[in-house]
Structures are given as structure tokens and as C-alpha cells.
């Protein structure tokens, strides 16, 4: 991760204000131990909005494919990125998102899986994945919503970053560790983030 730090240092502000990124509520962002960091999904550009406007690395599931590009393999790797088999559940994913949060390190996840652009967020699908993660790793998570103009993220449109307090992990109330939990509180999560977006028409 010395990489990405350095990078960040580096890059952080031009980039913030290029993008145009916005973000509000930083004193929430727990600046130790290990912590799940959830956000809504419209583009490929919602990883950089986040490792902007965060201020620990964040680091990310990439999909396999993207290892098997040479130049690129390098890059993604050295900026913290791990792979994840799309195709099916990739156990081996899932067991080094729990280690990497069982030591400590921030993880980001999208419950949503996919992209989902010009439509509301509530609107979309989860996968349920996160919940099962939560369980298992025992610690916070940390809400955030990415507001773009009609949720659609244009490369120099406006990007405002709410993150949110953290949602405790006992507030989810696991019992047994059961697909019903997983689901439940993978939809707590995201009924956390939907909240954090200012009432006024999305415009």
C-alpha cells in the first residue's frame, strides 16, 4: 500500500478538484482497525471518488480479468486491489476479505455487485454477500453515498462524497449466521446509505 499512500499524497487534491469531488462527513471515517466501507454504485470511477475522498486506503475486489493484463496486473495489485471471480461465489475472495479486515484494514464492497447508473439507487438489486462478510469479520461499517446529477457520474460532473457514522457491528443483531441474517443486514447497510443523501430533488 506504500504505493497508493504515496500516490494519494501525490495526486489527492489535483484529482479531488478535477473530479470535482466533494466530501462531508470525514470526522466519521474511523482512522484505525479493521472496517467494512459500503457505498452505492454508478461507475467504475465510484473506487477513485472513494479513495479520494477517504482519508485511509480503501481496498477493492477487482474482477479476474483484469490480473491477466500485464501492464495493468502490476498497477492494480501495488494500489491494494485483489481478484474475485464474478462467474461464481469465489470462496478464496471472500476468506481474504475477512482476513484483510480481521487485520485491521479498510475494505470496500458495493452491496449492489454491479454498476447501476441513471436509475434512483433504492432502485436496484443487492447481493447479499456483505451480510455474510459482516458476520464473520465482526466489525463496523462505514456508509457512504456518492451523489451525481441524475445518478449518472460524468468524468467532470459534480461528485458530493456523504459518509456516514459507522453502523456498529452489534447493531446487526446476528444470532446463528443464516441467509435471512446475511440478508437483513445487508439491507440495513444499504438503507444506511440511501439515508445519507440530502432530501432535495436530485437534479
Known amino acids: 500500500m506504500k504505493l497508493y499512500r504515496r500516490l494519494k499524497k501525490i ?19 474511523p482512522q484505525e482497525g479493521g472496517v467494512i466501507v459500503c457505498a452505492n454504485h454508478t461507475s467504475f470511477l465510484d473506487v477513485i471518488v472513494l479513495g479520494v475522498a477517504l482519508r485511509r486506503p480503501v481496498r477493492f475486489l ?13 498497477l492494480i495489485k501495488a494500489l491494494g486491489a485483489y481478484s474475485v471471480d464474478r462467474g ?9 476479505t475477512i482476513s484483510l479486515i480481521s487485520e485491521g484494514e479498510s475494505v470496500g464492497i458495493f452491496p449492489q455487485g454491479h454498476r447501476h447508473k441513471n436509475v434512483h439507487p433504492e432502485n436496484t438489486p443487492l447481493h447479499h454477500g456483505v451480510g ?17 446529477k ?25 444470532e446463528g449466521g443464516n441467509t435471512a441474517e446475511y440478508k437483513r443486514a445487508t439491507q440495513l447497510i444499504f438503507d444506511r446509505i440511501l439515508s445519507l443523501e440530502p432530501k432535495e430533488e436530485n437534479k
Open 132 to 148: 455474510m462478510i459482516e458476520y464473520r469479520a465482526g466489525v463496523n461499517v462505514l456508509p457512504v453515498f456518492i451523489k451525481t
Open 88 to 96: 461464481g461465489g469465489d470462496v478464496a475472495a471472500i476468506k481474504k
Open 11 to 29: 495526486l489527492g487534491g489535483f484529482l479531488g478538484a478535477v473530479l470535482r469531488i466533494h466530501s462531508y462527513g470525514k470526522e466519521n471515517e
Open 150 to 174: 441524475k445518478y449518472r457520474m460524468r468524468l467532470f460532473g459534480r461528485k458530493d462524497v456523504y459518509i456516514g457514522p459507522v453502523i456498529s457491528h452489534d447493531e446487526f443483531a446476528f
Open 62 to 74: 477487482a474482477k479476474a480479468e483484469l490480473f491477466k493484463i500485464p501492464v495493468l496486473r502490476g
